[in-house]
């Protein structure tokens, strides 16, 4: 699910993830444009990371991570920051 389609997420956080649904929806990426994407379980992480990198460079990020998640879960993140911690 992307972050825009769930509702937990506050609208101020969802810049990004809804300029990446407009380039889904300009150029007919379904899997950018949907709320969900499904494909085979095996290949779900490889697909998850595809469009993470998409999303990367959509949104002139800098980079992405995958948080742990459970079986069947991930959280893909995009990095537009990054600095030293105090």
Same mark, same amino acid.
């Given at each position: 699910m992307w972050a825009w389609a769930n #509702?937990?997420?506050p609208d101020d956080l969802l810049?990004?993830?809804?300029?990446?649904? #407009?380039?889904? %929806?300009?150029? #007919?990426i379904n899997e950018l444009a949907q709320s969900y994407v499904?494909?085979?379980?095996? %290949?779900? %992480?490889v697909l998850g990371w %595809?469009?993470?990198a998409a999303a990367v460079q959509i949104c002139d990020a800098l980079g992405a991570y995958r948080s742990p998640g #459970?079986?069947?879960?991930?959280?893909?993140?995009?990095?537009k920051s990054v600095s030293w911690a105090g």
């Open positions: #509702s937990n997420f810049s990004d993830a809804k300029l990446v649904r #407009s380039f889904g %929806e300009k150029n #007919s499904t494909d085979a379980d095996d %290949e779900l %992480e %595809e469009l993470t #459970s079986e069947g879960v991930a959280l893909y993140l995009i990095l």
